[in-house]
């Protein structure tokens, strides 16, 4: 799916740490881009999916629509602000931590991967953007 100018609006600084708004919309283009080739090839992934749930909730994706994207980890149906982000990232931490009771361990990762990146200012994306990886 080809994300518009809208579906970036809600890309606020303030959700990210480290990450620039632009840098954070050419990843999270990439990982729609993902999740469309798996799904055309009949395929899924968790971890892909963890990661496409955070940058929607991040992004407060369709929430002008009316449409609710709950939070990764704890879903709540919820738009994003640095206090919510934070609580999931600690929760996402915790299912870090346990695995024997995560029952999907790659969404998790995705998920954890995801807000390591543009909340604790990791400086690695979930996944490379293709000019990112060209480069």
Do not use: N
Request: contains cysteine; glycine residues 8%; negative net charge.
């Amino acid at each position: 799916m080809k994300l518009t100018a809208k579906d970036f609006g809600g890309v606020r600084l303030e959700h990210l740490s480290g990450v620039t708004a632009a840098e954070f919309a050419e990843v999270w283009q990439a990982i729609e881009d993902r999740a469309d080739e798996l799904s055309a090839a009949g395929r899924d992934s968790d971890f892909v999916t963890g990661m496409l749930q955070t940058c929607r909730w991040i992004a407060e994706y369709r929430w002008w629509a009316g449409e609710v994207v709950p939070s990764p980890i704890t879903g709540q149906s919820m738009p994003a602000t640095p206090e919510l982000i934070e609580a999931e990232v600690v929760a996402v931490e915790q299912a870090v931590r346990a695995p024997s009771r995560v029952g999907r361990p790659d969404y998790v990762g995705g998920v954890w991967a995801t807000f390591m990146w543009t909340w604790r200012g990791s400086g690695v994306p979930p996944l490379r953007s293709p000019r990112t990886q060209a480069s």
